[in-house]
């Protein structure tokens, strides 16, 4: 499985943008997709995770602000950031948990990383 995400930049406190991240590959394997962040000079955190089934879960900080959705698909993966804070600036990547069950050597689980994308938000 391979990640491309797309949509950062920057934009205003206040403001909101769209990054999306679609899977090429094995896409059958993934079963969650996620978002992180770093921000410069801390570790990556995580931001949203949204499950095969749709179900959602947020970190504290941007709960109610960002929306993480999956398409119809299934293999691309959008984060909605609106009421965008100065404290949201980082670098954005985009992750998939995958299993493949068909493995030679039994079940494989692994988690693929996209390129990452930077957003600004400037106060």
């Known amino acids: 499985v391979q990640l491309l995400a797309s949509g950062g930049g920057g934009v205003q406190a206040g403001g909101s943008l769209r990054l999306a991240c679609a899977a090429s590959?094995?896409?059958?394997?993934?079963?969650?997709m996620s978002w992180y962040r770093q921000a410069s000079g801390k570790q990556r955190e995580l931001v949203a995770v949204?499950?095969?089934?749709?179900?959602?879960n947020y970190a504290d900080p941007v709960k109610g602000r960002f929306t993480i959705s999956r398409g119809n698909a299934k293999n691309t993966v959008y984060l909605q950031m609106n009421s965008l804070e100065p404290e949201d600036t980082a670098v954005y990547y985009c992750?998939?948990?995958?299993?493949?069950?068909?493995?030679?050597?039994?079940?494989?689980?692994?988690?693929?990383w996209g390129q990452g994308t930077l957003v600004t938000v400037s106060s």
């Open positions: 992750s998939a948990d995958t299993i493949d069950l068909q493995a030679p050597a039994g079940p494989e689980v692994a988690r693929v």
């Open positions: 590959g094995s896409i059958s394997t993934i079963n969650t």
């Open positions: 949204v499950a095969r089934d749709g179900s959602t």
